[in-house]
């Protein structure tokens, strides 16, 4: 069966906070990948109410879909479902919200479960052995043959480093050595299918073996660079009843198995007497950088590399120029200037760095500090529509990044406030909808809004 995974991971997103109020903002390309086919869509719905009573909003970013289930679906559920309860703390609410996806085990089916398990140890496994493929074909390019002994170390080195890469990542707190545990249990007979699949009659040994167990193990707990494409990011923000100042709490998450969710927890971030503003951009987020530090990143990458290799190259140069000085003292002052150069170096990218914050980025955060909740929403969408800009005017995919752009402002006393918001419908068609979203509880029904 050939499954569709809609994604909004070349999205556009940005929360901007002061102690007043939030505004978010996001673009609505939505990107639909269909085995190596992809069809983009204009209409993607990436902000929602988390309460529809309370001052409290999600974003989505990255995979549309949490087994197969969407996530708009997923909130809309979790906001019937919560009613008018009310936390005191922003994060009570990201805390709460988390529980419910590990709580609703119904909700995404075992044989599901199964599926993401099994694709996410296939597609690894697969990865692996294109690395052991590429070795081999390099050392035959060589010497032309090759010994079932050096395909065997090639196997037993790629598959080891793999092992140790997993080895080193954290492990997610809320996951259990009992739990890691049962999941070995659970999907052992999995994994090795997959390895017969994937490595057939490869030369692989009872430690390599176990290497391959461990690393599909790990597959299901721990973030890497290999998740980025399955992944979702979460974003809720807003106030909580005793919350002063608004807070932003954020989670990547990557599937479920063993109805456990694999999820990390991100940096909180908050508004504070000290802290007056905050801007955060997630997903494409550098023409925001430029806006902010005016440099393009990449820009500043190169240079800062650039500048290293100079600094590198010129103490040899210099040196080796003087040819009455013995080699080995060369080489000793060689080390000593290359020591400086780089401590040298660091002063300077710091001082950069420095210069940069105090004459472009704060200043804007001063200022962003004192906006009134109208400016705020119009300076989000305007971040947002720098990205979908500068799509249009280069080489890059443009409809990765799409108008039109809903922006919402969040505010202790008003709450959630829409400021612009497409429709899928026309409203004067509509007026059954209307009636309903505006309408009272009927039969003690909650009404669903967006």
Request: hydrophobic residues 40%; contains cysteine.
């Given at each position: ?56 909003a ?12 969407p ?83 090639i196997?037993a ?15 997610p ?6 739990h ?45 660079d ?37 999820y990390?927890?991100?940096?909180p ?145 008003d ?36």
């Open positions: 069966m050939v499954r569709a995974i809609p994604r909004n991971n070349m999205t556009a997103e940005i929360v901007i906070m002061n102690r007043e109020a939030i505004a978010i903002a996001a673009d609505s390309a939505v990107t639909l990948t269909i085995e190596k086919d992809q069809k983009t869509f204009q209409s993607a719905n990436k902000i929602f109410k988390l309460s529809r009573y309370h001052p409290v999600i974003m989505i970013s990255g995979n549309t879909n949490l087994l197969r289930v996530w708009e679906t997923i909130i809309k559920v979790y906001r019937r479902e919560l009613g008018t309860m009310e936390f005191d703390f922003l994060k009570e609410y990201a805390y709460n919200f988390i529980d419910f996806l590990n709580k609703r085990n119904s909700f995404f089916e075992e044989k599901e479960q199964e599926y993401h398990v099994y694709k996410t140890i296939y597609s690894y496994y697969n990865k692996i052995k294109e690395e052991i493929e590429e070795n081999v074909e390099d050392v035959l390019g060589v010497n032309e043959e090759i010994t079932d002994a050096e395909i065997k170390r196997i080195n790629n598959i080891k480093r793999h092992y140790d890469n997993f080895k080193e990542l954290e492990l707190p809320t996951i259990t050595k009992n890691l545990k049962k999941l070995k249990g659970k999907y052992k007979e999995m994994i090795d299918n997959v390895k017969d699949v994937i490595f057939e009659k490869a030369i692989i040994n009872t430690r390599v073996s176990n290497q391959l167990t461990e690393i599909g193990i790990n597959l299901l707990v721990k973030f890497s290999w998740d980025e494409d399955d992944q979702t990011e979460i974003v809720i923000t807003g106030f909580g009843k005793e919350d002063k100042f608004p807070s932003l709490q954020s989670f990547l998450v990557n599937g479920m198995a063993n109805n456990i969710l694999k990390k927890e991100g940096e971030i908050n508004i504070s007497s000290e802290k007056g503003s905050i801007i955060s951009p997630f997903a494409q987020r550098e023409m925001v950088d430029l806006f902010m530090t005016g440099v393009d990143g990449k820009y500043e990458e190169a240079i800062t590399e650039d500048l290293s290799d100079l600094c590198e190259s010129v103490p040899g140069i210099i040196i080796n120029s003087l040819e009455n000085l013995p080699a080995a003292e060369k080489e000793s002052k060689k080390r000593k200037i290359n020591d400086i150069s780089t401590a040298m170096l660091m002063e300077y990218v710091k001082g950069l760095q420095e210069y940069r914050d105090r004459t472009f980025v704060q200043p804007i955060m001063n200022v962003v500090t004192l906006l009134p909740k109208v400016e705020l929403a119009m300076l989000a969408k305007s971040l947002v529509f720098l990205t979908t800009l500068k799509r249009k005017v280069t080489r890059q995919q443009e409809t990765t990044v799409a108008e039109p752009i809903d922006v919402a402002v969040i505010s202790k006393g709450g959630f406030i829409w400021i612009e918001r497409k429709h899928y419908f026309e409203r004067e068609m509509n007026p059954h909808f209307l009636a309903n979203y505006y309408g009272e509880e009927k039969n003690g029904e909650e009404k669903e809004d967006n």
